[in-house]
């Protein structure tokens, strides 16, 4: 009886134990199973991966070497709203690109954003500039050097701020861009005082003082007009007179992830989400009498 009672004693122990220890943790998901993905994932993964993405810039490269030549050979030829063909005719030539998107991928920055699920800041911005990590967009390398072996001075006027343009050098060295070596031909927000806003009419007209502009190549609507702000539709509008300068005079290189495009579309408000989802266009569906097709309403 009493070996029965002893026993009887251990299991219930036993028992007791296992019921007040603790549970295997359960697996905790990742952070990025467990928030909302960063607005910029597919856009980044698309210029990061894509052969699309890859094609379109190496397209536009080659048209602006076609271009190139066309305008070197036509000396009423300018790519700047900011300047006169005429008064320009016997300037030397130069093309201006941007930076930022347009010879230079900073699709790794971007990519830290999305992995870290925060916003653009200048906090993280500058210390990855001054890494000098980013690599040459397709197309972009091969066509400066062209446009230099040709004569045609190359400037890049970015919106990199004047204490980075060091490292901007050095990283466009880098990647083999031309810079040129008696002249400044990087030209950054802040570097003169008259250069501190972000728009680039007044840094285009400083080029155009000494050069025929033959080609404008960029990621932004800024990148070619004075103003690039306004809403979708006036922006559209403010370009209308320009229209046949796409693919001639001015280039434009693909970029999802940012922009004044995006600027445009949000606007001052605070909810950037909301105002993206009311600005797409869903069309009108459209039933026939034997069919339940969804067509698109024409704009």
């Given amino acids: 009886?009493?070996?029965?009672?002893?026993?009887?004693?251990?299991?219930?122990?036993?028992?007791?134990?296992?019921?007040?220890?603790?549970?295997?943790?359960?697996?905790?998901?990742?952070?990025?199973?467990?928030?909302?993905?960063?607005?910029?994932?597919?856009?980044?993964?698309?210029?990061?991966?894509?052969l699309e993405y890859q094609a379109s810039a190496l397209q536009a490269y080659r048209a602006a070497r076609l271009q190139l030549d066309a305008a070197l050979a036509d000396r009423s030829w300018t790519a700047a709203i900011e300047q006169n063909a005429a008064e320009a005719s016997q300037l030397p030539p130069a093309v201006i690109l941007d930076v930022d998107e347009t010879v230079l991928d900073n699709s790794y920055y971007q990519a830290r954003m999305v992995r870290d699920n925060t916003p653009y800041t200048t906090g993280t911005w500058d210390p990855w500039v001054l890494e000098m990590r980013a690599t040459a967009i397709p197309g972009a390398r091969e066509f400066t050097q062209y446009a230099a072996q040709k004569g045609v001075a190359v400037f890049y006027v970015t919106n990199r701020?004047?204490?980075?343009?060091?490292?901007?050098?050095?990283?466009l060295a880098a990647e083999k861009f031309p810079l040129g070596e008696n002249v400044d031909t990087v030209l950054?927000?802040?570097?003169?005082?008259?250069?501190?806003?972000?728009?680039?009419?007044?840094?285009?007209?400083?080029?155009?003082?000494?050069?025929?502009?033959?080609?404008l190549v960029g990621d932004d609507l800024s990148d070619f007009?004075?103003?690039?702000?306004?809403?979708?539709?006036?922006?559209?509008?403010?370009?209308?007179?320009?229209?046949?300068?796409?693919?001639?005079?001015?280039?434009?290189?693909?970029?999802?992830?940012?922009?004044?495009?995006?600027?445009?579309?949000v606007g001052n408000e605070k909810d950037h989400l909301a105002a993206r989802r009311r600005a797409l266009k869903y069309g009108t569906a459209v039933q026939t009498p034997n069919s339940k097709i969804e067509t698109p309403k024409q704009p």
């Avoid at 927000?189 to 000494?210: H, L, N, V």
Wanted: net charge positive.
């Fill in 1 to 50: 009886m009493m070996r029965f009672s002893t026993l009887l004693f251990a299991i219930v122990f036993v028992v007791s134990c296992a019921s007040r220890a603790p549970k295997p943790a359960t697996p905790v998901p990742s952070q990025s199973s467990t928030t909302s993905p960063h607005e910029n994932l597919n856009a980044v993964l698309w210029m990061q991966t894509a």
């Fill in 161 to 171: 701020t004047a204490n980075l343009e060091e490292a901007t050098r050095r990283n």
């Fill in 188 to 215: 950054t927000r802040g570097e003169r005082p008259e250069w501190s806003a972000s728009a680039k009419g007044p840094r285009r007209a400083f080029i155009a003082g000494s050069y025929r502009i033959l080609l």
């Fill in 225 to 265: 007009v004075v103003d690039a702000s306004g809403t979708p539709a006036e922006r559209e509008q403010r370009t209308l007179p320009y229209a046949e300068w796409w693919g001639r005079r001015w280039i434009m290189l693909p970029n999802p992830t940012y922009g004044s495009w995006e600027r445009a579309v």
